[in-house]
C-alpha cells in the first residue's frame, strides 16, 4: 500500500511537467529554418534560377519544328480570262520564232531588188519583227481557258524544319554564364538570408535567456528583502529598530515586487517574440534550459583578414554581379559581329508543283545558311555597350567599397569581443565582492552594529552586480555571432 502511494505520489508530482516542453537554441535554430517563409521562398528562387540556368544551355542546341497550314478558297486560280489563239509559225535556222510567206495572209510587195516586205491592212510595208501585231496569222492553235485553270479551293501545306546556330557573336555562351552567375546568386542570397536568421534567433533567444535570469535573481532578490523585512518587524517589535526602518523596507519590498513583475512581463514578451520566429504558438508553454554561463568558444581570428572578407555573401554576391555585368558588356559587343546559323527543312503540299501541278501530296528538303551582318545603327550599339561597360564600374567599386565596410566590421567585433571579455571578468569580479559585502552587512546588521539602511544598499549592490554579470554573459554570446557573422564563418557550426 505505501508502495502503490509513493508511485501515486511521484506521479502526480511529475504531470504538472509534462505540460512543458523544452528548448534549447539549436532547437529553437532547427525550427526557425523549417517553418520560415521567407526561406522557403529564398529556396524557390534558387530552383528558378536552376530552370533558367538549364533553359539557356538548350540555346546552344538545335530548334526544330512542325508547322501545317489549311488554306481554303472561294474561286480557283486561272491563268486566262478567256479562250486564247497562238499563232502557228516555224522554227527558224537560227532556233527563233519565225514564219514562211504561205503562213500569213499579209500581201507582199518589193521594197528594193530581191527585197520584200508585208503590208498591213492599209497596204503599207512594216517589218514584222518590229509590229508583229500587223501580222494576219493564216493558221492559229486554240489555247482554252479551262486548261490554264488550277485547283486551288483547298490547299494543304505542311513544314518540318530545324535551326542550329553557328555563331551570334558569342551571345548565347554570355547568357549562359549570366545564368549560371545567377544561380550561384541565388544560392548566396539564401545563404545570407539563413545566416540572418540564425542571428536573429540567437538574439531572441538569448533576451529570453537573459530575462528568465533577471526574473529568477528578482525572485531572488524579494525573498532577500522579504527576509529583512520579517527581521525588521521582530526588531521593532522589541524595540531595537524604528517605524522608519519598517517604511524603508517595505518601500524596497515593494521595488522589488515592480522588478519582478517588469522581468517576467518582458520574459512573456520576449517569449512570445522567440516563438513567433520558431514557428510556434506564441501562446505555448515551453522552456529554456540554456543558462548565460554557458561560454562559447571563441573563433579565431585571421592575422590577415582578406580571406575573411572574401567568405562573407556579401562579397561572394557581388562578385556574381561583376560577372553578370561582363557578360553583359560582351553581350552588347556581340551585336557589332555577324550572326551565321544553318537551317534545313522538308517542305510538303497539296497541290504540288514537283513535276506540273499534282494534285497529290509532295515534298522535298531544302538546306541553307543564313548571314546578318550589321553595318550602321546611328551609334545605337555603341551607346548602349558604354551603358554596360559603366553599370560593370559602379558595380566593381560597390565591391571595394564593401570590403572595406566589412574590414572595419570584422575589427569592430574583433574590439567589442575583447571588451566583452574585460567586461566579463570584471563583472564576475564584482559580484564576488558584492557577495562578500552582503555577508558582512548581514553579520553587522544581525549583530546590531550595522542598520536596515547599510543592509539595502548591500542588497543593491549585489543585485546590480549579478545583474550586470548576466548582461556581461549575454553580450559575450552576441559577440560570438556578431564575430563570426562578420569573419564569414556559418552561424550553423
Known amino acids: 500500500m505505501k508502495q502503490l502511494v509513493l508511485s501515486l505520489f511521484c506521479i502526480l508530482s511529475v504531470l504538472p511537467l509534462t505540460g512543458q516542453n523544452a528548448l534549447t537554441l539549436n532547437d529553437c535554430r532547427k525550427l526557425a529554418v523549417e517553418n520560415n517563409r521567407s526561406l522557403q521562398t529564398g529556396k524557390e528562387k534558387e530552383v528558378i534560377a536552376s530552370e533558367m540556368r538549364k533553359a539557356a544551355f538548350t540555346q546552344f542546341l538545335p530548334r526544330f519544328s512542325l508547322n501545317g497550314t489549311y488554306v481554303h478558297n472561294q474561286k480557283n486560280i486561272s491563268l486566262l480570262g478567256e479562250d486564247a489563239l497562238l499563232p502557228v509559225g516555224t522554227k527558224m535556222a537560227d532556233g527563233s520564232f519565225g514564219f514562211r510567206q504561205d503562213q500569213i495572209n499579209n500581201n507582199w510587195m518589193q521594197v528594193a531588188p530581191g527585197v520584200y516586205a508585208p503590208l498591213d491592212s492599209d497596204g503599207k510595208p512594216f517589218d514584222p519583227k518590229i509590229n508583229p501585231e500587223k501580222i494576219q496569222w493564216k493558221d492559229y492553235a486554240l489555247l482554252p481557258k479551262e486548261a490554264m485553270e488550277m485547283e486551288s479551293r483547298n490547299i494543304f501545306a505542311g513544314i518540318a524544319g530545324f535551326v542550329q546556330p553557328v555563331y551570334l557573336g558569342g551571345k548565347i555562351r554570355e547568357l549562359y554564364n549570366i545564368a549560371k552567375s545567377s544561380e550561384r546568386l ?3 542570397q539564401s545563404e545570407q538570408a539563413e545566416e540572418e536568421l540564425l542571428r536573429e534567433t540567437d538574439e531572441a533567444y538569448w533576451r529570453v535567456v537573459s530575462l528568465k535570469s ?3 535573481l528578482a525572485s531572488e532578490y524579494m525573498k532577500l528583502i522579504e527576509s529583512v523585512a520579517g527581521n525588521v518587524a521582530i526588531m521593532a517589535e522589541e524595540g531595537v529598530a524604528t517605524k522608519g526602518d519598517i517604511l524603508k523596507v517595505n ?9 519582478q513583475a517588469r522581468a517576467d512581463n518582458g520574459l512573456a514578451l520576449s517569449k512570445m517574440a522567440l516563438l513567433q520566429i520558431c514557428g510556434l504558438d506564441p501562446a505555448g508553454d515551453y522552456i529554456f534550459p540554456d543558462s548565460p554561463g554557458t561560454i562559447r568558444e571563441i573563433p579565431e581570428i585571421p592575422g590577415n583578414i582578406d580571406e575573411s572578407i572574401e567568405k562573407r555573401a556579401e562579397i561572394r554576391a557581388l562578385g556574381e554581379a561583376v560577372k553578370i555585368a561582363g557578360s553583359n558588356v560582351k553581350i552588347m559587343e556581340s551585336r557589332f559581329l555577324p550572326n551565321i546559323v544553318l537551317n534545313g527543312n522538308y517542305i510538303i503540299s497539296n497541290p504540288n508543283f514537283n513535276n506540273g501541278v499534282s494534285y497529290t501530296f509532295g515534298g522535298m528538303f531544302s ?4 548571314i546578318n551582318i550589321p553595318l550602321f545603327h546611328f551609334g545605337e550599339k555603341i551607346h548602349t555597350l558604354n551603358a554596360a561597360r559603366s553599370q560593370q564600374k559602379i558595380i566593381r567599386l560597390q565591391r571595394e567599397e564593401a570590403k572595406e565596410k566589412i574590414g572595419l566590421q570584422i575589427n569592430q567585433a574583433k574590439f567589442r569581443m575583447a571588451e566583452s571579455v574585460r567586461r566579463l571578468a570584471i563583472a564576475a569580479s564584482s559580484v564576488d565582492k558584492a557577495e562578500e559585502n552582503l555577508r558582512f552587512a548581514r553579520e553587522a546588521f544581525e549583530a546590531g552594529v550595522a542598520g536596515s539602511t547599510d543592509l539595502m544598499e548591500a542588497h543593491n549592490g549585489w543585485l546590480l552586480a549579478k545583474s550586470e554579470k548576466i548582461d556581461a554573459q549575454i553580450d559575450i554570446m ?8 562578420a569573419l564569414g564563418i556559418s552561424q550553423k557550426n
Open 186 to 188: 541565388a544560392g548566396i
Open 251 to 259: 518601500v524596497k519590498l515593494n521595488e522589488a515586487k515592480m522588478m
Open 478 to 485: 552576441m559577440c560570438h555571432s556578431y564575430l563570426r557573422e
Open 214 to 216: 533577471k526574473s529568477e
Open 367 to 370: 538546306f541553307g545558311v543564313g
